[in-house]
């Protein structure tokens, strides 16, 4: 919106409508996972994986509501993660301590362009009876900021844990040539069959 000149001149009118248009079509270009599982009649982990489909690096901001089988709130998180690269896909996680309650959740994510250093990553890890082990070698000629690993545990194709690594020194940098690994545990006890790992 804006007055005749501005629109006629292609200032603010017509800049802010491409950038509302550039934010939506890069939230659109977003494929997400979800996934959830009560801990110990405790707390309920909630866990969603986004992929950026959009050829931009982006940063993710999530709002999470947690409903309960009346769809009334009965909780409220937010979270995000900084950068994640064309094709990455990227984990962002919180708890909700209304585990006997919530039935359902609704979300609002919001995308933004971001500097990349994904490329500039590489990954190993191994899993083990009781979790996994994982390590992050930065390639790059420049520190890489709050590197970590987001592991989501299933059984029969279900959530049963979570665990976050971190791969960071003392001021959340992974320093270039540098390789850090860290191991998360399974606390379940049904076990494990498979991971799904996010790299943010």
């Known amino acids: 919106c804006g007055n005749n000149t501005a629109t006629k001149s292609g200032n603010t009118a017509v800049d802010t409508t491409a950038e509302t248009e550039q934010k939506e079509n890069l939230a659109d270009m977003m494929e997400t996972k979800e996934y959830s599982c009560t801990v110990d009649d405790s707390f309920i982990y909630y866990v969603m994986?986004?992929?950026?489909?959009?050829?931009?690096?982006?940063?993710?901001?999530?709002?999470?509501?947690?409903?309960?089988?009346?769809?009334?709130m009965v909780g409220s998180s937010s979270?995000?993660?900084?950068?994640?690269?064309?094709?990455?896909t990227a984990g962002i996680w919180t708890t909700f301590d209304?585990?006997?309650k919530i039935s359902s959740f609704d979300y609002t994510m919001s995308v933004k362009d971001f500097s990349p250093v994904y490329d500039d990553?590489?990954?190993?890890?191994?899993?083990?009876?009781?979790?996994?082990?994982?390590?992050?070698?930065?390639?790059?000629e420049s520190p890489a900021d709050f590197v970590w690993m987001d592991v989501v545990y299933?059984?029969?194709?279900?959530?049963?844990?979570f665990s976050e690594l971190s791969f960071m020194d003392d001021n959340q940098e992974l320093q270039p040539g540098t390789?850090?690994?860290?191991?998360?545990?399974?606390?379940?006890?049904?076990?494990?069959?498979?991971?799904v790992i996010a790299i943010n």
Request: charge should be negative; proline fraction near 1%; hydrophobic fraction near 30%.
């Open 49 to 72: 994986y986004v992929t950026n489909n959009s050829d931009k690096v982006v940063s993710i901001d999530l709002n999470v509501t947690a409903l309960d089988s009346s769809g009334g």
């Open 79 to 88: 979270d995000g993660t900084k950068a994640v690269a064309p094709g990455q």
């Open 98 to 100: 209304e585990w006997d």
């Open 121 to 140: 990553l590489s990954i190993d890890y191994n899993t083990t009876d009781t979790g996994i082990v994982a390590s992050v070698t930065n390639n790059g």
């Open 154 to 161: 299933l059984k029969d194709g279900e959530m049963v844990n």
């Open 179 to 195: 390789t850090l690994s860290d191991e998360g545990t399974c606390y379940s006890d049904s076990g494990f069959d498979d991971v």
